[in-house]
């Protein structure tokens, strides 16, 4: 059971750092559109989109491999040769 919560934590660590980091990122690279079209009223048909959940899957199997990666070098340089699976 102490590996699976080493395995939850180190898996929750990553991702969360991935996020950070693709975060900073994308706003580092960000550039505000200062048109003038900005300043006019807002037009009230608005369209709501559904928020693009790819990113976030492509950063959790990232992670993913990461944790395992290692749990796979922890596992062999303190002579453990049980796996998590």
């Known amino acids: 059971m102490k590996k699976y919560l080493y395995f939850i934590v180190t898996f929750a660590a990553i991702f969360f750092v991935l996020q950070l980091i693709s975060g900073a990122a994308l706003m580092a690279m960000y550039t ?16 709501i989109q559904r928020p693009n959940m790819l990113p976030s899957f492509i950063s959790a ?19 453990e040769h049980r796996t998590i699976a």
């Not at 395992?68 to 002579?79: D, L, M, R, V, Y």
């Open 32 to 47: 505000p559109d200062l048109s003038l079209s900005m300043w006019e009223p807002a037009n009230s048909s608005g369209v």
């Open 61 to 79: 199997i990232i992670a993913l491999s990461a944790t395992f990666g290692a749990f796979k070098i922890f596992s062999k340089k303190f002579g």
